[in-house]
């Protein structure tokens, strides 16, 4: 689990206070004030909201109002930011938004870059820990240009930890330990204990996303030993969690349930809502790991509500999911399903197509920021050089003019040679200059081809994600639209037969008219099937040498039940010779799949034959015509291709084309082609080619099937 860096600031006394001075007492000492005692109230009322947030609001509404009647509009800035602050510990994001953008509206009024840079980056805290990780993003970047501009290392510091977090939850660990290192050797040389220990912990988490446990667990332990020597239990928090993770999956449940009770303990000792969330879910998964079923069911149901509460969608996420096993293991279907649900909602929302892309937009527009602020110092460098050319070459011609008039030929000589000598060292300088731009220059050209070759993954990884969402979209319409009217029909029956109201004869015909839903969508259900583990593994060719009229014939025979009861004929007309190079399973498929199809949409009477002739570069084509009903032009345009398309048969057989387009996957998936020729009322004929001989057989099996219907 990441720590999200907020400003960690000392207790300081404030002026006529005592050294932790109360609430109430820093209200009585506000009117007093002068702007210095006043920087240390902030600094005090800060410490106290992450401490007693609850007391801090109260305190700190009563300074603002204070504050107004004197008109301190940085005060102002100031305080509803630490309202901002407290809210998000009590786990109140709606006011903590508000009060939060007041700051940065006052910050920008008043023109004050230290509290802007502040209030974004309590602002992304607040994105962050509601799921709206691009929002998130967005404001650590906005409080890192400032900080840089400013050159603060402890707002850099900062902000390094915050981005690696959102890295981190997009699953993108390496470039989040990227920037938690980078934070790890800031807080290393401006001595931020606090940095070092949260740099520590979220690198440990990383590693641990990883599956490299002693790495994680040796980035936890030197994380737990500093907070420990610094007498700082809340940060011993997060990395504990973690730890005791590890301790879960290594089967050390008693370790594991002592510091699940101890974290809970802190939590509700600091009024730490994020912290309660996270130890009820690790005591519900060690109460889960030990079979106790219904603590684990209790204790993940206050660690929902509690993130419910506050609006955590990351908390939600896992919690819904743990619910809904546990729900399942206790055989409570309906709560598990609901869980379920919820875990999946979550998800979409946390790793939407749209917030990815906006997350690499962003990480694109920053680095060419970096690149713009590189040109921009090289230009100002080459400038300064010819600057001091032109300076020196002035000098030089000035001392030469007054020494042929005001000197002797001997004096004349050591001024030359000095000015000489001179000009040799400042020329060396200014070569070394120049060859240091140069090949500054030369790493900026470099830069520029990593950002665009690092431009044009992105662009890929975004293209690559919308075709998965709509592959998705797809293969969900079409289950929910063709895979409804079977099993409702299915149900219809059984409520029928419960009845007892029909008569053998009824029921025969119902049965007959149910097995042949049955069949089609048994048949839809195996190419969806086949199809999908296509997509989602990969499928191995393995290509033999075999006959195509004993496979014709195979296949007839084992659809002849299905022509007979439409009375259409099958048959082949191919030699006995022919012979193709082909994986025979992805052959018997298709022939299955185009004979299939051509019974579909034929009448009584229609014929389905099967040809194949060898061509004169080493191939064969194989047709299957029909004398059936043909194609419109309108659903040829349709065919091949994963569309929201039903069509149905002479019959009533109800197809969605996925038959087709299996068909051409293992095609192509050979080394070969495959299309039709059709006239509607005048029958189909599809044709496809195989290889007869091993020589330009495809030699891998990675292309896509959508590549064709794009």
């Given at each position: ?458 662009q890929a990884q975004n293209e690559e994600l919308e075709r998965s969402n709509d592959i998705k979209n797809k293969l969900f319409s079409i289950i929910s639209h063709d895979f409804r009217s079977p099993l409702s029909s299915l149900q219809g029956v059984i409520n029928i037969m419960n009845s007892q109201s029909l008569s053998p004869e009824e029921i025969k015909q119902i049965f007959d008219s149910l097995s042949t839903k049955v069949q089609n969508t048994t048949n839809m259900l195996d190419n969806l099937l086949k199809w999908t583990r296509n997509q989602m593994q990969g499928i191995r060719v393995d290509p033999k040498h075999f006959t195509v009229p ?161």
């Amino acid at each position: 689990m990441v720590i999200l860096a907020r400003f960690f600031f000392l207790l300081l006394p404030v002026t006529g206070l005592a050294a932790a001075p109360s609430l109430d007492s820093l209200v009585q000492v506000y009117p007093q004030a002068d702007s210095s005692a006043r920087e240390d109230i902030f600094l005090s009322l800060a410490q106290a909201a992450a401490e007693k947030p609850e007391q801090t609001v109260i305190a700190t509404h009563r300074i603002i109002t204070l504050a107004k009647q004197h008109n301190h509009l940085t005060s102002q800035t100031n305080l509803y930011r630490i309202l901002g602050d407290a809210h998000e510990v009590l786990g109140n994001y709606d006011s903590a938004l508000i009060y939060t953008k007041q700051s940065i509206a006052l910050a920008r009024e008043t023109n004050h870059p230290s509290l802007l840079a502040k209030a974004y980056n309590l602002l992304g805290i607040i994105h962050d820990v509601q799921g709206s990780y691009d929002r998130a993003l967005k404001s650590f970047f906005n409080a890192l240009s400032i900080y840089e501009e400013k050159n603060d290392q402890e707002g850099i510091n900062t902000e390094y930890i915050n981005i690696g977090n959102i890295y981190a939850y997009q699953s993108e660990n390496q470039k989040a330990i990227d920037y938690y290192q980078k934070s790890l050797n800031i807080a290393n040389t401006i001595q931020d204990t606090v940095g070092i220990i949260m740099a520590l912990n979220n690198i440990g988490s990383s590693w641990q996303d990883l599956q490299h446990t002693d790495l994680a667990l040796e980035y936890y332990q030197r994380s737990i030993a500093l907070a420990r020597q610094q007498g700082n239990e809340q940060d011993i928090a997060l990395p504990l969690d973690g730890i005791s993770y590890i301790l879960l999956k290594q089967g050390e449940y008693d370790t594991a349930l002592s510091n699940a009770r101890y974290l809970l303990t802190l939590a509700e000792k600091y009024q730490n809502i994020n912290d309660k969330i996270y130890a009820y879910k690790l005591l519900a998964e060690v109460y889960q790991a030990r079979g106790n079923n219904p603590l684990a069911i209790q204790n993940a149901a206050k660690g929902y509500t509690l993130a419910r509460q506050i609006g955590a969608k990351l908390e939600l996420k896992h919690l819904s999911k743990l619910l809904a096993d546990l729900y399942r293991k206790q055989g409570n279907f309906k709560n598990a399903y609901t869980y379920q649900s919820i875990h999946l909602a979550y998800q979409d929302t946390l790793y939407s197509l749209e917030k990815r892309k906006i997350i690499n937009n962003l990480e694109l527009t920053r680095s060419e920021t970096e690149n713009e602020m590189l040109k921009k110092e090289n230009e100002l460098t080459l400038a300064e050089i010819e600057k001091n050319e032109a300076i020196i070459d002035r000098q030089t011609a000035y001392a030469i003019a007054i020494s042929l008039v005001a000197v002797l030929k001997v004096g004349i000589i050591i001024i030359l040679y000095r000015l000489n000598l001179q000009r040799k060292r400042s020329n060396q300088l200014l070569s070394s200059q120049k060859e240091e731009i140069a090949k500054t220059n030369s790493q900026l050209t470099q830069l520029n081809g990593t950002l665009k070759q690092h431009q044009g993954q992105l662009q890929a990884q975004n293209e690559e994600l919308e075709r998965s969402n709509d592959i998705k979209n797809k293969l969900f319409s079409i289950i929910s639209h063709d895979f409804r009217s079977p099993l409702s029909s299915l149900q219809g029956v059984i409520n029928i037969m419960n009845s007892q109201s029909l008569s053998p004869e009824e029921i025969k015909q119902i049965f007959d008219s149910l097995s042949t839903k049955v069949q089609n969508t048994t048949n839809m259900l195996d190419n969806l099937l086949k199809w999908t583990r296509n997509q989602m593994q990969g499928i191995r060719v393995d290509p033999k040498h075999f006959t195509v009229p004993d496979m014709a014939e195979e296949v007839i025979n084992s659809l002849t039940i299905l022509a007979e009861k439409k009375k259409v004929l099958l048959h082949h007309n191919i030699s006995q010779n022919v012979a193709v190079y082909a994986d025979p399973e992805m052959t018997r498929m298709i022939l299955r799949n185009l004979i299939s199809n051509a019974i579909k949409f034929t009448l009584p009477g229609d014929s389905v034959t099967v040809e194949a002739s060898p061509t004169k570069d080493q191939k064969v084509v194989i047709s299957v015509t029909d004398t059936g009903l043909g194609i419109s032009p309108e659903n040829m345009g349709k065919l091949f291709q994963l569309k929201d398309h039903t069509t149905y048969g002479t019959a009533n057989e109800k197809g969605t084309g996925l038959g087709l387009i299996l068909c051409k996957d293992f095609v192509e998936k050979n080394g070969g082609e495959i299309w039709v020729e059709s006239e509607e009322g005048k029958g189909s004929a599809f044709y496809f080619t195989l290889l007869t001989q091993p020589t330009y057989f495809p030699e891998t099996i990675s292309q896509n099937i959508l590549s064709a219907s794009s």
